[in-house]
C-alpha cells in the first residue's frame, strides 16, 4: 500500500485561533454593550464525560471574557427544579446562550426542557425552531458539534459541493443536523445508522468522499471502509479506561489506519471536540450581539 500521508484537519489549532478573535470582538463591544456575553450551561448528575466537556467549556468561557452562569445538579433533581431553573435564565437579560448537557438521567424529559428555553438563547441549536430554520437553510442558532466541522472544513479549503458525503449516526445533536449542513454545502448525502447493514455501510463508506463517523464506537471506521484520499471526520468520542485506572479519548476511526488512506484526517482528541467548545462560544456571541441590536432598535421605536 502506497502510503499517503493525509492533512491532519488541526481542530485544537483552530479553535484556538478562533478562540483569538472572539476575545477581541468581545473587548470591542463589551463598552457598547455595557456588560459582557454571558452562558450557562446546566448539567446533571456525574456523567464523567459531561464533566470533562463542562469543564473544557467552562475555561474556554472565561478565557475569552464569557461570563458563566453554569449550574450542576444533583442526580436526583426533578423536571420542575429544572424547568424552574431554565425559565430564570430565559428571564435574565444578563444571559445570552442557555446549554442544556445530555444525557439526562431518564426520569427527565430532556426534549421537554430543550423546547423550554428560549430560541433565541439555545446555544446549543437544538430548539426546534433552531432545527426547523436549519432545515429551511435560514440563518439560526446552528447544532455546535456540525458547525464546527463545517468550519473544520472550510479551513482547509474543503468544499463539499458535489461531493459525496456519509453522516454515521442519526443523533438529533450530531448525525441529522449534520447531514442537513453537509446538504447545503451541496454534498450528495448519506446516512448509515444503527439499521444499516454492515455490507451496506461498507459499500456507502468506501464510496464517500467525506466521511463523517459520529456513532461512539472505537475501531467502527478502518481503511478498509475509506475511499484512497477521502476526507475523514472523526465525531465519535470513546472513554478508553487505561490499566492504571486513568481514561484517554478515541474516536470511531483507526486513525494511524486511516490516515495511510485519507487525504485528510480531524483525530479525536484534538479535531471536533474543541471546534464544539468554539462554535458554542460563537453561539453566545451571536445571541448577545443579536440581543443587544434588537433592544436597541426597540429603544429606537419606542422614542
Ligand atoms: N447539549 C449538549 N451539547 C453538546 O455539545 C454535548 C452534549 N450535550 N453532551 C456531550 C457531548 C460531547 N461533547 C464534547 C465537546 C467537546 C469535547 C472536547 O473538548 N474534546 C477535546 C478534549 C478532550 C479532553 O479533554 O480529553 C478533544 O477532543 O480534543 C468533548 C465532548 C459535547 N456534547
Not at 475569552?64 to 433533581?77: E, K, L, Y
Not at 453522516?167 to 448525525?175: F, K
Amino acid at each position: 500500500m502506497t502510503d499517503i500521508a493525509a492533512r491532519l484537519l488541526d481542530g485544537k489549532a483552530l479553535a484556538r485561533s478562533l478562540q483569538n478573535e472572539y476575545k477581541k470582538r468581545i473587548a470591542t463591544l463589551e463598552p457598547k454593550i455595557g456588560r459582557p456575553p454571558g452562558l450557562a450551561v446546566l448539567m446533571v448528575g456525574e456523567n464523567p464525560a459531561s464533566a470533562v466537556y463542562v469543564r473544557n467549556k467552562e475555561r474556554a468561557s472565561s478565557k475569552v471574557g464569557i461570563a458563566s452562569f453554569g449550574q450542576h445538579f444533583p442526580v436526583t433533581v426533578t423536571q420542575t427544579e429544572l424547568e424552574v431553573a431554565i425559565d430564570l435564565l430565559n428571564a435574565d437579560d444578563c444571559v445570552d446562550g442557555i446549554l442544556l448537557q445530555l444525557p439526562l438521567p431518564s426520569h427527565l424529559d430532556a426534549t421537554a426542557l430543550l423546547y423550554r428555553i428560549r430560541p433565541e438563547k439555545d446555544a446549543d441549536g437544538l430548539h426546534p425552531v433552531n432545527l426547523g430554520r436549519l432545515v429551511r437553510s435560514e440563518p439560526g442558532l446552528r447544532s455546535c458539534t456540525p458547525a464546527g466541522v463545517m468550519r473544520l472544513l472550510a479551513e482547509y479549503d474543503i468544499d463539499p459541493a458535489g461531493k459525496r458525503a456519509l453522516v454515521v449516526g442519526r443523533s438529533i445533536l450530531v448525525g441529522k443536523p449534520m447531514a442537513l449542513m453537509l446538504l447545503e454545502a451541496n454534498a450528495s448525502v448519506a446516512i448509515a445508522h444503527s439499521h444499516t447493514s454492515a455490507s451496506d455501510l461498507c459499500d456507502l463508506a468506501r464510496k464517500a468522499d467525506i466521511l463523517v463517523p459520529a456513532v461512539g464506537k472505537a475501531g467502527l471506521i478502518g481503511p478498509e471502509l475509506v475511499k484512497p484520499g477521502a476526507v475523514v471526520v472523526d465525531v465519535g468520542i470513546v472513554r478508553v479506561t487505561n490499566p492504571d485506572g486513568s481514561h484517554h479519548l478515541t474516536g470511531d476511526v483507526d486513525f494511524d489506519g486511516v490516515s495511510r488512506v485519507a487525504s485528510a484526517i480531524a483525530p479525536v482528541p484534538g479535531g471536533v471536540g474543541p471546534m464544539t467548545v468554539a462554535l458554542l462560544l460563537e453561539n453566545t456571541i451571536t445571541s448577545w450581539v443579536t440581543s443587544w441590536e434588537r433592544r436597541r432598535s426597540e429603544a429606537h421605536a419606542a422614542l
